[in-house]
């Protein structure tokens, strides 16, 4: 077998605590890292505009996505339940970021901005429908798929092209996460920050996936790690486009923040919880999105 592959393997429904344990440490000490740090990061940002923090803050949350591709160094093997259990997680974090970071500004703004919470209600409908259905037209339009990786090989044509097609599907989602970004910032920085964080740490099992998929292809190592990290770049693409509409235009930032809110939960129902539930792993993928959530919350409140 080539070496440079790595595989996702099928595995059982047994739940690995040891693999739980050790995760949920990881993501206490992420937590507790992001607390101790963010005074920092808040006086270092303050001096930045809406347009280029927003930037900057898409492109951090877009490189995740190459962080997430690190492991394909180290492993030969990732159980597929472990791909699912991330895929959960990172659909948790971004329905929490959603509700939080997205909604609930759209609706205090609104309200604040037309003076009525009919018209905020009213804002939120119409600007998430704009937004899902945004998402909805660019997925008909455009051709992509679905791709669950699994432990097939070889050069077939059909299964190359599904590939390239998926990995297209993952840049082309990652579009609307970067404009939730930038648009984030055009309200508080900390709910900003937060909704970068949210979507960087989704981000990491998506670039697993798209590196692993390519992997599969015989691509090298390094070659999948490159191709995965520009599917990240697109997020900055968003960001700078969300960031500048609501810096130039303050009174769009309701509609802004609800457009986005709409893009975003389209792609979690769309796309990351369907793909985490394919391959017969739904307890460990809601497990992670129970998880997801509640990491989400903490990083909030750890952000103040």
């Known amino acids: ?106 609706v205090e703004g609104a309200e604040a901005q037309y003076g009525a919470v009919g018209m905020a209600i009213m804002v939120l409908a119409v600007g998430m429908g704009l937004g899902g259905g945004f998402l909805l037209l660019l997925h008909r339009l455009v051709p992509h798929e679905h791709f669950m990786i699994g432990p097939q090989s070889g050069a077939d044509p059909m299964k190359i092209r599904r590939v390239y097609l998926f990995i297209f599907a993952i840049a082309l989602h990652n579009l609307p996460e970067g404009l939730a970004v930038g648009v984030g910032f055009g309200g508080d920085v900390s709910d900003g920050m937060t909704l970068a964080v949210a979507i960087g740490l989704q981000n990491m099992p998506e670039g697993l996936v798209v590196a692993i998929a390519l992997l599969s292809l015989g691509y090298s190592k390094a070659t999948a790690f490159g191709v995965t990290l520009l599917t990240g770049l697109v997020q900055p693409v968003g960001g700078l486009i969300g960031a500048t509409a609501v810096s130039v235009m303050e009174f769009l930032l309701p509609w802004g923040l609800a457009f986005a809110a709409g893009a975003m939960l389209f792609v979690i129902s769309h796309e990351i919880i369907p793909e985490s539930h394919r391959k017969g792993h739904e307890a460990k993928a809601t497990l992670g999105v129970l998880i997801g959530f509640i990491a989400l919350i903490a990083i909030d409140l750890a952000l103040g």
């Open 1 to 106: 077998m080539n070496q440079s592959k790595v595989e996702v393997i099928q595995d059982g429904a047994r739940v690995s605590w040891p693999g739980v344990t050790i995760s949920l440490v990881v993501l206490v000490l992420f937590i507790l890292m992001v607390s101790v740090t963010w005074p920092r990061i808040e006086d270092w940002v303050s001096g930045m505009g809406t347009i280029q923090i927003g930037l900057l803050a898409s492109l951090v949350a877009g490189l995740f996505t190459a962080v997430g591709a690190i492991p394909i160094f180290f492993l030969r093997r990732i159980p597929q339940s472990v791909e699912d259990a991330m895929m959960g997680f990172g659909a948790g974090v971004m329905l929490a970021a959603t509700a939080f970071e997205l909604v609930l500004p759209a």
